[in-house]
């Protein structure tokens, strides 16, 4: 019975190892053994519950093909742990367990191009001279001058595009793990993957061992508790270490959501860069680059229209010159301005964005640590009530709302209430150098 089970077993693997290509034959299939075969089941051996839970949910339906096939009968695989069988194949499991990692959540998005994302491509400007130069920094004396380092800013401002920079500029080596690249997302998945394949120790061993960590959207961990604390822990691990750690994120630190007020201190501790929205002459500057790169000549007044309306991100203007690359390509004649106006015209915004009064409501209660609606809500406690006259204050300001509509968004109040809170805000604003600090930081956050 043996003998026909690991035969059977053979000739599956051959299925399958066409089927789903070496790297992952070779991580998965080679420590299994066939332990027996009846005319409905084959039983296969393996090391460990997580590769026997691993194989189940990911490949038990083209094993089970495979092997009714090639038995001609209906045939389900088993799967039955036999740790005696795999004595000395712990070290290749603990391999297995990190690539799994990088299975169940890749690092980065697949159409990631680490070669473009170098410090020689990224245009310095004044909008980000500031997060460049200590990107260069901590790539001179990695671990020493700006630790941890944090960047943020809005979508599309070069956060990324710096932090794979440092993980490629600095000397390491992926493989053995003295550079770990992770979005925080991407960590959050791993680290629940871990908890249930019950491989936390190559989690932590993995993160906790490396030379340097860059974690990017660390927004993402945004009301997620579990994962703060395991991040909080691997954090506090690398510090002692003396570990680089380099962060990016969408929003300041005191803005992402339910983070952790001991999170929030660490992140703070080190060095914070902002990138903002470039101007004019970076913006020339990046439309230059990257139609060079793409041997797309455009005249000057055309790059100057472009460059003059494209005023969101850095992406917008990659958009563009992709648009205009293909448009160039396919008429073979030059881009005139007029060309390029009606080809952008989906991407060019003239009329500034209004903040709007809900963004303004989430912003001030993610800054005051207060739960969504509170400010809206009748409750007088200090700090909301505190929250909701920056509230007031900000919607006037940046908004240019009438005090009738910010009374009736933030919870019904009347236009005196309104006009005092407002004035109230001033007031501090002009008294207060540390209040005023931290309500400019709160409207750089609405910056267009
Ligand atoms: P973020 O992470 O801040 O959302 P990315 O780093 O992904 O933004 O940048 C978006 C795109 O714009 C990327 O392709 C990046 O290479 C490019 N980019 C951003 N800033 C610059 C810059 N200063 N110079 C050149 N390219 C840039
Ligand atoms: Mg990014």
Not at 167 to 185: C, F, L
Not at 337 to 365: G, Q, T
Request: charged share 25%.
């Amino acid at each position: 019975m043996e003998a026909t089970a690991a035969v059977i077993w053979e000739q599956v693997l051959t299925d399958i190892r066409s089927e789903v290509g070496e790297t992952r034959f070779n991580l998965w299939f080679t420590n299994t053994v066939a332990v027996d075969c009846k005319s409905d089941s084959l039983t296969v051996g393996v090391p460990s519950t997580f590769v026997a839970e691993w194989l189940e949910t990911h490949y038990a339906r083209i094993l089970a093909a495979s092997a009714s096939r090639r038995l001609g009968c209906a045939v389900k695989p088993r799967f039955v742990v036999d740790g005696g069988l795999f004595r000395g194949k712990v070290l290749q499991e603990s391999v297995a367990k990190n690539e799994l990692l990088d299975e169940v959540a890749p690092a980065a998005p697949a159409d990631f191009e680490a070669s473009k994302y170098t410090l020689e491509n990224f245009v310095v400007g004044p909008c980000n001279s500031v997060a460049y130069a200590a990107v260069r920094k901590v790539i001179e004396s990695p671990g020493k001058a700006y630790n941890p380092l944090f960047l943020h800013g809005g979508v599309g401002l070069g956060k990324t595009h710096l932090l794979v920079a440092i993980a490629n500029s600095i000397k390491g080596n992926r493989r053995r793990g003295t550079i770990e690249y992770v979005s925080a997302e991407a960590f959050t998945n791993r680290f629940i993957a871990a908890l249930k394949y019950g491989s936390l120790d190559a989690f932590r061993a993995r993160y906790r061992k490396t030379k340097l960590l860059v974690i990017d959207d660390v927004h993402f961990l945004a009301n997620k508790p579990a994962t703060q604390d395991e991040f909080l822990n691997t954090f506090n691990a690398l510090s002692r270490d003396g570990a680089q750690i380099v962060m990016a994120s969408d929003s300041h630190p005191k803005l992402i959501a339910k983070l952790k007020e001991t999170l929030v201190t660490r992140f703070l501790s080190g060095m914070v860069a902002r990138l903002d929205k470039p101007g004019y002459q970076t913006r020339l500057e990046i439309l230059n680059r990257k139609c060079a790169r793409r041997n797309l000549v455009l005249a000057p007044e055309v790059s100057d229209f472009v460059a003059r309306r494209l005023k969101g991100s850095v992406r917008e203007i990659e958009g563009a010159v992709n648009t205009l690359a293909a448009v160039a390509s396919i008429s073979r004649a030059p881009v005139t301005s007029a060309i390029a106006s009606e080809v952008l015209r989906s991407l060019i915004d003239d009329k500034s964005r209004p903040v709007r009064l809900p963004e303004i409501d989430s912003v001030v209660s993610a800054y005051s640590g207060l739960p969504e609606g509170q400010i809206r809500s009748a409750r007088r406690t200090r700090s909301v009530s505190q929250a909701r006259h920056i509230a007031m204050y900000l919607a006037r300001q940046l908004g240019g709302f009438s005090y009738e509509e910010i009374g009736t968004y933030f919870g019904g109040r009347n236009h005196s209430s309104v006009v005092a809170a407002v004035g109230k805000i001033s007031r501090m604003t002009r008294d207060d150098g540390e209040f005023a600090r931290e309500v400019s930081a709160l409207k750089s956050e609405f910056a267009q």
